[in-house]
């Protein structure tokens, strides 16, 4: 018989994340503590001289007279979604099992649907930068091809498909990306640029499915969920490195976004 498994303590749960997070006051606390863990700074002149204005949840620059907030200058900023919301968004992002899509995401919040969409992109954006370290030892790569079935054309059928490409150190993290095609120099490339010098790579047929993809438009932000879904299932603070990353992260203006994608 197998040993059961050890269940997973997570450091967030939805109960806990609607007592501790409910309000966007609370949420602004957690925001400014992952922003300056070391006291509020002047993102401008790098001041510690700080004044607090409550009526305004704003803070004043004592050297420089900047005024900001905690939102100022982040992902945060000029949203008119509550942090909360925020919040949530982020908790399931990081906890569902099969990602999550802007269309679940409008339903579960209420939300209007481009607000989804850009929540979810924006997510996934600083989710991005969590595990960039290199692959090494055993790695594994295979590619695979994901998008929809075309009528009146073989299983073998592959023009309107997109190839997505996997690498997965053994006992460790995976690497995840759109390919333009499937060439040598393409697959050495992108060993080369996911692997340190001294990897042994392996190419197999075993990697793992790429869980429930039928739909290759933004599949780079997909797969880049994906990778950081896997490479942080042992991660027990995984809700709070990403909303660190996200408080951190640089601003990404919409229309940039959309280019992107
Ligand atoms: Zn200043």
């Known amino acids: 018989m197998k040993k059961p498994i050890k269940a997973f303590k997570a450091e967030m749960n939805l109960p806990k994340l609607i007592e501790q997070f409910g309000d966007d006051e609370k949420c602004r606390a957690r925001l400014t503590e992952l922003r300056w863990p070391k006291g509020v700074t002047c993102p401008r002149c790098e001041s510690k001289s700080i004044s607090r204005v409550i009526e305004r949840d704003q803070y004043d620059c004592n050297k420089c007279r900047y005024q900001f907030s905690t ?111 499937v060439t040598k120099a393409t697959l050495h490339k992108f060993i080369h640029d996911n692997t340190a010098p001294d990897t042994e790579a392996i190419y197999t047929d075993e990697m793992p499915a790429y869980w429930g993809i039928d739909d290759a438009k933004h599949l780079d932000a997909y797969l880049d969920e994906l990778e950081h879904r896997f490479n942080n299932r042992k991660n027990e603070y995984i809700f709070r490195d990403t909303l660190t990353k996200l408080v951190n992260a640089a601003k990404l203006p919409y229309a940039e976004l959309t280019k992107a994608a």
């Open 71 to 181: 939102a100022s200058g982040t992902i945060f900023h000029d949203t008119h979604l509550p942090l909360s919301k925020w919040f949530l968004a982020i908790y399931l992002m990081t906890e569902s099992k099969k990602g999550m899509s802007a269309l679940q995401m409008k339903r579960t919040l209420a939300i209007c649907y481009d607000t989804a969409w850009y929540l979810c992109h924006r997510i996934r954006a600083a989710m991005r930068e969590i595990n960039s370290e290199l692959l090494r030892g055993i790695v594994e790569v295979d590619e695979t091809y994901v998008g929809g079935k075309t009528r009146g054309m073989g299983r073998g059928y592959r023009g309107n498909k997109a190839i997505a490409i996997g690498a997965v150190q053994r006992q460790g993290k995976i690497r995840l990306q759109v390919i333009p095609n």
